[in-house]
């Protein structure tokens, strides 16, 4: 007996040691997401700001997170009601993060849009859809008639590496310029295709090997600027100027 309470007590001392070190651990991970989290937010904000204000023409991208900073501050940051279909003065443009408020990838009732003044980009949109595997979020910047493309970024998905997230790709992305979302009619045209049918001047060419991303990115930008998305706030803004 006296043998088998022997070999006994290395064992119980050494799942209680195990233990004990598993929950030290535990605790020094969980204190690290807890400290740490605050500073990935604001990381994230950087780099979503980043995003919008090289979409606006204010900075390239070799900018400093100061300056990124500064210019997305410069913007007219605005929240417009989807409902009424004007601006409210209830939510700060600059603060109010509708992704985070609804982050399933429907549309919200409230989102912020930026207003641009003395560049070729008059307005700054946000946009997000379903991918092939993740939900993309990402900006269209318009000229002055609320018609052109002058540019767009996409800055968080979770798209296939090397393959989804060309959409990312800079060749790409200046290939959106120029682009009209509208016929002469005030039809919305705007589709990612490679259908050689639709007109040049509405169309961005799919990525070879990663066509279905790409064209969901078409299918929701499409909707968005549609009158279901942003059309009223184009006539809203038009009736403005």
């Known amino acids: 007996m006296s043998g088998v309470a022997v070999a006994e007590v290395p064992v ?15 605790a020094m991970v969980s204190a690290a997401v807890y400290w ?5 937010v604001a990381q994230q904000m950087v ?10 023409g204010l900075l390239g991208p070799g900018a400093t997170d100061d300056e990124v900073t500064a210019a997305f501050f410069a913007l007219d940051a605005r929240v417009w009601d989807r409902q009424t279909g004007e601006f409210t003065g209830l939510l700060d443009g600059r603060t109010y993060d509708h992704w985070a408020e609804d982050p399933t990838g429907s549309r919200p009732r409230y989102v912020p849009v930026y ?6 980009t008059r307005l700054v949109l946000p946009v997000h859809g379903s991918g092939m595997w993740s939900t993309i979020y990402g900006y269209v910047g318009l000229a002055a008639d609320f018609n052109t493309v002058t540019a767009v970024a996409f800055h968080r998905h979770g798209e ?3 393959i989804g997230d060309r959409i990312q790709d800079v060749q790409w992305r200046d290939s959106w310029r120029g682009k009209r979302l509208f016929d002469a009619d005030g039809t919305l045209r705007f589709a990612v295709s490679a259908d050689t049918a639709n007109a040049a001047i509405h169309r961005v060419d799919v990525i070879s090997g990663a066509s279905v991303t790409a064209g969901k990115v078409g299918e929701f930008v499409g909707a968005w600027m549609g009158a279901d998305g942003y059309g009223p706030l184009f006539e809203r803004l038009m009736n403005d100027d």
């Open 12 to 26: 119980a001392r050494t799942l209680g040691i195990a233990v004990l070190v598993a929950l030290v651990c535990s």
């Open 160 to 162: 296939t590496p090397g």
């Open 47 to 56: 780099e979503r700001n980043r995003a919008l204000v090289e979409v606006a």
């Open 115 to 120: 207003l641009v003044s003395g560049q070729a």
């Open 36 to 40: 740490l989290r605050p500073l990935q």
